[in-house]
């Protein structure tokens, strides 16, 4: 029987990249920004993506997955960043006028 051994992990640290995996924000990467801790409540990380936008969540719903602003594994499609309703038109509208146009 084959034995894994964990040689490195990265901590909750301002800086790191972290994939948002719980919540109203599931799915989104991006990089702490800052820490609350709040006594007989829930610990909240302040995240900003790759666009700039900011968002926060609980600690709980967050997993790191990079040290700095490097990810260590492979990003899913869209690399994390959550559309606004009007840009998610946009690009369907946009993908409609190619097809109609091919």
């Known amino acids: 029987m084959k034995s894994t051994i964990l040689l490195v992990s990265i901590k ?12 109203r924000n599931t799915g ?3 990089v702490i920004k800052n820490r609350e801790k709040h006594k007989g ?5 302040h995240v900003e993506d790759s666009l700039g936008h900011q968002f926060a969540t609980r600690m ?3 997993f790191t997955i990079g040290k700095g602003n490097k990810p ?10 959550k559309l606004s309703i009007i840009e998610e038109q946009r690009k369907r509208d946009a993908a ?7």
């Open 12 to 23: 909750f640290d301002v800086g790191n990249v972290v994939m948002v995996t719980g919540g």
């Open 28 to 30: 989104r990467v991006g």
């Open 41 to 45: 409540s829930f610990e909240t990380i």
């Open 60 to 62: 709980g719903n967050v």
């Open 72 to 81: 260590w594994v492979s990003l899913p499609k869209g690399k994390g960043i």
């Open 96 to 102: 409609a006028q190619a097809a109609a146009n091919a």
